[in-house]
């Protein structure tokens, strides 16, 4: 069975911090991991996805996530925080589905 | 290059009507999903559709039938709508099932009263 965990409904941070999602997941199969990103009054749209190969996977945006297997993480980063940012993020794993996170609504502050 | 596309957007209904949500997608998927987005719960799994003519259940599918007659269509019917349908209703498709990228159409919000 697949699951994801997100830690932290909400993430306030200030314009141009450091931007740290968690993710967790827990996956019976080697898994695929996904980051999504959703607008106010729109659908997901793909930040960036691990499949196989090189563990960190750069996205759209100058966002960016590690795949740790030892940790069973999928963290997304950016290293400076843009007002555009602001947004709700979902983590997902596929096993035989798509399992999304409770997602993070990220507020960046002026 | 319309993608997914769902309709309606808006949809009020009374408790006990029915109705049908429809999703169209011009990517030649053939993988189509239903979700259901509430607050704080995330996205889960209504019905799934590997190919046409084959649906299969998720992971909250009590009060929805779908059905898959053609490749591009795969549209979401309320029986008999309950309050707790309340919600924003996503569609989804994509080219390789699971594991390839899901695209989202933009969202039908529906209030049942």
């Known amino acids: 069975a697949q699951s994801v965990t997100q830690l932290g409904s909400h993430v306030s941070v200030s314009e141009g911090a450091l931007v740290l999602l968690r993710c967790n997941y827990s996956?019976?199969?080697?898994?695929?991991l996904f980051w999504y990103v959703q607008y106010p009054n729109q659908g997901l749209q793909l930040l960036l996805k691990y499949t196989t190969g090189a563990t960190l996977v750069k996205g759209i945006n100058g966002f960016e996530a590690e795949f740790k297997k030892s940790e069973t993480s999928f963290h997304l980063t950016k290293p400076s925080a843009h007002m555009s940012d602001a947004a709700e993020y979902f983590c997902a794993v596929t096993g035989n589905q798509f399992y999304f996170g409770t997602g993070t609504s990220l507020t960046v502050i002026p | 290059n319309a993608g997914v596309t769902q309709t309606p957007k808006f949809q009020v209904l009374k408790t006990g009507q029915s109705m049908t949500l429809q999703c169209a997608q011009d990517?030649?998927?053939?993988?189509m999903s239903w979700y259901r987005q509430d607050p704080g719960m995330g996205l889960r799994l209504i019905h799934y559709?590997?190919?046409?003519?084959?649906?299969d259940q998720g992971e909250v599918p009590n009060g929805y039938n779908v059905s898959r007659s053609t490749t591009e269509d795969f549209p979401l019917r309320l029986l008999s709508a309950a309050p707790s349908q309340t919600s924003v209703y996503f569609c989804?498709?994509?080219?390789?099932?699971?594991?390839?990228?899901?695209?989202f159409g933009e969202g039908s919000r529906l209030t049942v009263l």
């Open positions: 990517m030649n998927h053939e993988y």
């Open positions: 996956s019976s199969v080697p898994p695929y």
């Open positions: 559709s590997v190919g046409a003519g084959i649906t």
């Open positions: 989804a498709s994509s080219y390789s099932s699971p594991r390839g990228e899901l695209f």
